[in-house]
């Protein structure tokens, strides 16, 4: 790409204003009370301390009438011991509270709640939440960013509540061994309290931030009055135990028992180094309680991305996230953001391959232990360490009559160090440093890579009272290993330096270390009603992070220009309303452009709660390096898209969301896509619910990569034929979902997720000459029409029988069969689904919370 691309997009940031303004106005100051004896937790606010507490109210509508006083007003005390911190609420309202039953953390929008925010380190970014609502149903999450939400945390603390013909009480406990702060005598904590009441939609706030403003924790009041408390140095010891069952049906394979049984067990600690510094280790972990992955279908050369689930890594995550700052909105088109730190990588499915009759791979990876280090150090830094090692796994093979054993994954160690430092009124930077190191057995020494490292920075700055916002990112990777993996790394489909046709990249068989580098910087504006956003981004060929990061592709420099609209005022018909519409671009580091497009979006809240939302865009022609997996490349035809959607009223008992798109491609008159997804959900009483969500997707891809055949004739594309077909493919998922909450604390769940897919590939055709859209028919091609039936389930009942203490009854179900036939038929597809082979898991686990 030409320097003068870049200097284009860099020249626009100097137009942006770069000073800093000062507070607007003082902050709303608060009180919390000593309590000589701590109250029962028991929703009776009959307790002396509660007679002498000074009340906090005075609440501001934040929805539906922005900036006027809260129609349900709410009245809080807190008060305070040498063990925890008390609350209690009372939350006006001319009727009865609304009640919803559902499992901890769980989203409360259809019930009455209280939210409790609390910024005890006080640095104004960070802070906790504790959220009750009128079922005494509990969540928490961590705060950080100023403007982000983690809700990976679960603190132990307690709440009451009861319910009233004029509203509803709460009185809450959190001991002060779930907070961090600093250890002096006299405490000044930022804090807030929201409410949302589910039968008018009324949420307000008792220090009021206006929609069109940015920021939340940083915005907090003050709550003074905390005196002489300490800091307390938790130590909690949370040992399980697991009786599991395994048992497999339908697999044609006599390495692979019918059914196995085993116990196991493990611990997990956490213990508060200092006041604002905690470790967190486990050993053994299991995690068999936790939802099945969903089935995907991807023909792509790229792996998909999955969430994580897993309570050990989700829990503090939001420490390591690097490179994202407080901005309110975030773009990437045609191409993802790099993830630094994809904690499924530990753990992982075994990455070896071994040729034989017949294999017996392990599910996953045994992680030995884990830890993490997180929390405040020195004047204003974060930080946080996580080391987790795990176990070398082998794999049974028989091929002819011998049987035998060998390594498919190593024991592998992972590090991540993520520090950042807050300067000034209003930025913060920082760095992240991580690393891979594998002992490699010498049969995977041309497979995976030896080590891994990547080292960044990163940082904001918030200018003119927090209206426009700087961000930026900058690292470098160096992964090291035999030249057979080195290889196979230049070769891989996030860089392909096999290419015939790129002038900027080679391969090089004999290296055995790449290096590469990346950069990002975002200016936008944070709040008012027109808000710019610009963003420049750069990954250069060499970079890799896919041994603890998630990458999928490299060679990029993206760029993109938005205007955001945003308006928050109630008009005759309205809510809500917003759109944006953007520019884009992306080039290669040969200056091929490999997207040029443009999109939009426009949204609106209707006054009955309904919300509707269209969007569209398009894209011109452009050249794509990655489509022939490693050959030249070629150029894509340009296309067009639109689509819409409608979410009505979720308070109902019925409410449902429904949405659809379609795609045509230019000048191609049989190549389109078709998109439709339709969620209802029904809940019949406060405590369940049930939700069905059929996705139905229809792909008619006219250049549809198929395979690579050699052959010296074909001079035009570097002596290879490079073949396509066009795909006819169509995707039938269907989410089922019911959730029965018989308590605050005991709740059971189902999924199921019934799935199939249908490719249908013909008119197959090779590459006439690269860097070109035209083909030449074939017939000589082996089809490779396929038909994917997938079945995926769990059911599991939770039981928090004590604080922090859980008993876990699962069963989960993975069954799933391909066919060689192309088309698609609902009938027959699905009565297919009963006789795949199968996976299922039967466990209980117990875990039991040991404060010492």
Known sequence: MKLTHLAIVFAVFPLFPLRAAGEAKPRPTFRAVRAEKAPAIDADLSDAVWQNAPEM???????????????????????????????????????????????????????????????????????????????????????????????????????????????????????????????????????????????????????????????????????????????????????????????????????ISSSSHRMDGGVDVKYGITSTLTLTGTINPDFGQVEVDPAVLNLTQFETSLTEKRPFFTEGASVFRFGIGPTNYRWAFDMSLPSFFYSRRIGRTPQGFIDADYVANPRETTILGAAKLTGKVGKGWTVGIFDALTDQEEAWYRRGSEVGNQTVEPMTNYLVARASKEYGKDSRAGFMFTSVNRRLPENLEPVLRRSSYFGGVDGYTLLKDKTWIVEWVAGGSLVEGSSEAITRTQMNAARYYQRPDADHVELDRTRTSLAGYMGRMLVGKQKGRWRPNIQVQALSPGLELNDLGFLTRTDAISTHAVMRYVNTDQTKYTREMSWWAGKYQNWNFDGDMTANGAAGNFYVMLKNYWQTYVWGGGSADRINDQTTRGGPAIVR????????????????????????????????SNGESNY????????????????????????????????????????????????????????????????????????????????????????????????????????????????????????????????????????SENRADVAPVGDFRFGRDFSALPHAPSQDVFLVKVSYWLPI
């Open 637 to 668: 035809p340009g296309y067009s898209y639109y689509g819409g959607g409608f979410i009505t009223d979720a308070r109902k008992k019925f409410s449902m969301s429904l949405e659809a798109e379609r795609l045509d491609y230019t000048g191609e």
């Open 57 to 255: 109210t005075g609440f501001t509508q934040q929805d539906p009438d922005e900036g006027r006083p809260a129609v349900a007003q709410t009245r809080i005390k807190a008060a305070y011991t040498d063990e925890a911190i008390y609350f209690a609420a009372v939350m006006e309202d001319d009727r009865r509270a609304t009640p919803l039953l559902a499992r901890r953390d769980s989203d409360l929008n259809n019930g009455d709640y209280v939210r409790i925010n609390i910024d005890s380190q006080y640095d104004r970014l960070n802070g906790a939440a504790f959220v009750v609502n009128a079922s005494n149903v509990q969540v928490d999450m961590i705060l950080y960013n100023d403007i982000i939400e983690d809700l990976s945390w679960d603190a132990v603390w307690d709440s009451a509540v009861k319910t009233t013909d004029k509203g509803w009480v709460a009185e809450v406990r959190i001991p002060l061994s779930q907070l961090r702060f600093q250890d002096k005598s006299v405490h000044t904590w930022g804090f807030n309290v929201s409410r949302w009441n589910a039968r008018t939609r009324e949420s307000s706030r008792l220090v009021h931030t206006p929609k069109t403003e940015a920021g939340f924790v940083s915005r907090f009041g003050d709550l003074e009055g905390i005196e002489r408390i300490k800091p307390r140095r938790g130590f909690e010891v949370v040992p399980y135990g697991v009786v599991r069952s395994d048992l497999a049906s339908g697999a044609d394979n006599p390495l």
């Open 676 to 811: 439709f997804r339709m969620s209802v959900t029904y809940r019949p009483t406060p405590a369940m619910s049930v939700s069905l969500t059929p996705i139905f997707r229809r792909l008619n891809e006219p250049m549809q990569y198929v395979t690579t055949i050699p052959d010296p004739s074909q001079e035009r594309t570097y002596g290879k034929r490079y073949v396509f077909a066009l795909l006819k493919q169509r995707t039938l998922d269907i989410g089922i979902r019911t959730e029965w909450t018989m308590n605050a604390r005991l709740s059971m769940q189902i999924y199921l997720q019934p799935f199939v897919a249908s490719g249908d590939y013909s008119q197959f055709k090779t590459l006439t000459r690269a860097r070109d859209d035209e083909f030449t028919p074939a017939a000589d091609v082996l089809n490779p029409d396929f038909n994917l039936r997938s079945l995926r389930g769990s059911a599991v009942v939770r039981w928090e029988f004590r604080p922090g203490s859980t008993m876990y009854v699962v069963w």
